[in-house]
T-cell receptor, first 113, second 111 residues
Framework: NAGVTQTPKFQVLKTGQSMTLQCAQD?????MYWYRQDPGMGLRLIYY???????DKGEVPNGYNVSRLNKREFSLRLESAAPSQTSVYFC????????????FGSGTQLSVL | GQQVMQIPQYQHVQEGEDFTTYCNSS?????IQWYKQRPGGHPVFLIQ?????EVKKQKRLTFQFGEAKKNSSLHITATQTTDVGTYFC???????????FGTGTKLQVIP
């Protein structure tokens, strides 16, 4: 039972490049989330998906797009990476609705040069 | 910006001392969750509080939810080096399935 799996673990991009962060969960959870973590800022919600087929903006959605491909998978895309997007990205899932204990992946450390 | 503020941002304690972190909101919270993140790791769920005035204990950890449901605290008795990490509170926004985190308190325990 792997829980929440994120790929890649590390990535270095040049400004303007695009990439997709992948996330998959094997717990049959309904809700999935993408957060970014910056020093002193805590965890900030980028996008979330309350259920398969729905996505909603969080606190900091600008510069990102998401796809809830199916119940298991929730991807985060940076179309044109900027240095301000250098961060650690965490995917999480929860059983939902009304049971929002989050299970996190191990994170992706992204550097944009 | 974030609705939930945490204090202090950093805390250094001598091993064996107690530690408390506080979570404050300007609005009434539906519930409050607490997570721990070890250095280099990912956040791990500790507990959820739902009821006004609720108090829950996990060994040396005591969690409280304020009577007005606008604040919460996590108290660790007799800290150990294994308690090192960042502690986050988080709010679940009712029926929207959105979980918003506080800024976190980074705890360092000096042996």
């Amino acid at each position: 039972n792997a829980g929440v799996t994120q790929t890649p673990k590390f990535q270095v991009l040049k400004t303007g490049q695009s990439m997709t962060l992948q996330c998959a969960q094997d717990m049959n959870h309904n809700s999935m989330y993408w957060y970014r973590q910056d020093p002193g800022m805590g965890l900030r919600l980028i996008y979330y998906s309350a259920s398969e087929g729905t996505t909603d903006k969080g606190e900091v959605p600008n510069g990102y797009n998401v796809s809830r491909l199916n119940k298991r998978e929730f991807s985060l895309r940076l179309e044109s990476a900027a240095p301000s997007q250098t961060s650690v990205y965490f995917c999480a899932s929860s059983e939902g609705p009304y049971n929002e204990k989050l299970f996190f992946g191990s994170g992706t450390q992204l550097s944009v040069l | 910006g974030q609705q939930v503020m945490q204090i202090p941002q950093y805390q250094h304690v001598q091993e064996g001392e107690d530690f408390t972190t506080y979570c404050n909101s300007s609005t009434t919270l539906s519930n409050i969750q607490w997570y721990k993140q070890r250095p280099g790791g990912h956040p791990v769920f500790l507990i959820q509080l739902v009821k006004s005035g609720e108090v829950k204990k996990q060994k040396r950890l005591t969690f409280q939810f304020g009577e007005a449901k606008k604040n919460s605290s996590l108290h660790i008795t007799a800290t150990q080096t294994t308690d090192v990490g960042t502690y986050f509170c988080a709010e679940h926004s009712g029926g929207y399935q959105k979980v918003t985190f506080g800024t976190g308190t980074k705890l360092q325990v000096i042996p």
